[in-house]
């Protein structure tokens, strides 16, 4: 069978059969009931994605215990994202064991209030949830078990000695720091099976809370790390789709159709709304405000999910090193004719420390599986460690990022990504950092720079690096001097 149309673009796979996703759905279609909406009244009974989502979410563990104790969910607006996270609170709220703590968190208090509004609005109008819950201002109570919902402020230093059971955390994407969603996730170890799980709509810089998560989740979905506390499910158009593309509508709102979210407001919108927000809202892309150095769909163009290094066959590589708080990546380019292969390998930053013995191991292993005729380096932050890798009979090269040298790089860089030149494997944060780049002008011409949004652009320059060297004539790549050009 097919898969249906309306599955995520990127998703944790299922691991195990077990989930509690069927309790809290028919829960919801004998307890609850839609508030708004042309379906105003009637029953809660969730579509098929959401049904999926819900067993996806709640899966279980051989062993019994919850899979995910964190978990981000991507959708655009109007998707039903309130509806489904005040499910999820009132179905623990009332059916959780005793002293059972559950919360609607954001980053303003009227955002929080949202999922709180609606579970109160569903308790108010059900005979049999009013009967087991006492309904306050800002919290409902269960009287029998002493179970409780509230709302939060974004004040997180008031929210230490918490002990969360579940919380809905409601567009991730505004959230000014990462305080909060930290005192909420670090407050739930003493439960058994704790659950954050984030509900938003994606954002415009990836260096925040949820960019970070939404990060983490592409490399987990990708297979690129293992993670399996945390589950990750995202729907968007594709990047590089047209603004009136009715199949990436689809594809990024599964609630999209007759009597739930309206086709003819997402043509007008389409038409009307300017590109970036309707991109971002009812595309559920995260947009870039600076100009690409790339056209659109260049990068994408370039992807083969089969393409890798081969063993033992001619390679370059660039390092662009970081001191703290930036990413670290290291980008391998191999040859064949005029056509190129490159693979990456990123370390996001861990607080104010670097693992410089980690990356100059991960660079002698590349030394050891493939024929690496250079290693090029900033001296700026890696002299010391690249005169340690020459001892060990790596071919160092230093490569001063300065416009000098990075001004032709990026030309050359940028004309083998548009001549579709290039393979890549689509790793999703090393596509990330090569598209976050933007050209930047100088005397010489253009080079790439981080632009006004600051996002990480390492692995683009590092790819810069290795492709300006693997695609010099042979007689000038290995151990060529730089002493000439400074």
């Known amino acids: 069978m097919a898969d249906p149309d309306w599955l995520p673009m990127w998703s944790t796979p299922r691991r195990h059969d077990r989930t509690d996703g069927p309790f809290v759905a028919d829960y919801a279609a004998y307890l609850l009931s839609v508030g708004k909406g042309a379906a105003a009244g009637r029953a809660l009974d969730f579509l098929p994605w959401q049904r999926w989502l819900l067993d996806a979410l709640l899966e279980r563990r051989a062993d019994g215990r919850r899979r995910y104790r964190r978990a981000l969910i991507g959708l655009p607006r109007k998707n039903g994202k309130s509806l489904l996270g005040s499910a999820l609170a009132l179905y623990h709220l009332t059916e959780s064991a005793e002293m059972a703590e559950i919360y609607a968190a954001a ?7 949202i999922v709180f509004n609606e579970v109160k609005w569903q308790v108010q109008n059900s005979p049999e949830l009013l009967d087991l819950c006492k309904v306050y201002r800002d919290a409902i109570e269960v009287i029998s078990t002493g179970s409780v919902f509230r709302v939060l402020s974004a004040d997180a230093r008031l929210q230490q000695g918490l002990n969360p059971s579940l919380v809905i955390f409601d567009e991730v994407h505004v959230q000014p720091s990462h305080d909060l969603w930290d005192a909420l996730t670090l407050g739930s170890g003493a439960r058994v099976d704790p659950l954050v799980v984030g509900i938003t709509t994606a954002g415009h810089d990836l260096d925040t809370l949820c960019g970070e998560l939404f990060t983490l989740g592409k490399r987990i979905a990708s297979g690129e790390i293992e993670d399996e506390t945390f589950g990750f499910w995202w729907w968007q ?8 593309d009715r199949a990436e509508w689809h594809r990024a709102n599964p609630n999209l159709g007759p009597g739930l979210l309206d086709l003819e407001d997402m043509e007008v919108s389409s038409r009307q709304t300017q590109e970036l927000a309707f991109r971002r809202y009812r595309l559920n892309q995260w947009t870039r405000t600076q100009e690409s150095w790339l056209p659109a769909g260049a990068w994408e163009s370039c992807q083969d999910d089969d393409a890798a290094l081969v063993d033992g066959a001619d390679t370059w590589v660039g390092v662009d090193m970081a001191l703290r708080h930036d990413s670290i990546a290291i980008v391998a380019v191999q040859r064949d004719g005029d056509e190129f292969t490159a693979a990456s390998r990123i370390w996001l930053p861990d607080g104010d420390t670097i693992d410089v013995a980690a990356i100059e191991q991960h660079l002698r292993d590349l030394h050891r599986r493939y ?28 490569f001063p990022q300065s416009s000098q040298r990075m001004v032709p790089a990026c030309q050359r860089a940028y004309e ?50 290795a492709l300006d060297r693997a695609s010099r004539p042979a007689e000038t790549n290995t151990f060529e001097l730089w002493a000439a050009f400074d």
């Not at 980053?107 to 209030?113: E, I, L, Y």
């Not at 158009?237 to 009136?244: F, P």
């Open 107 to 113: 980053g303003g208090r009227q955002q929080a209030r």
């Open 237 to 244: 158009g594709a990047d590089d789709c047209a603004v009136d």
């Open 371 to 398: 024929r690496c005729l250079e290693v090029a380096y900033d001296p700026a932050f890696f002299e010391r460690s690249a005169q340690i890798l020459a001892d060990d009979g790596l071919a160092m090269v230093e």
């Open 416 to 465: 083998i990504i548009t001549s579709a030149m290039l393979k890549h494997d689509g790793s999703p944060v090393f596509s990330d950092q090569v598209m976050s780049a933007a050209p930047r002008s100088t005397g010489e011409g253009w080079r790439l720079s981080k632009g006004k949004a600051k996002r990480k652009i390492d692995a683009a320059i590092a790819l810069v690096m």
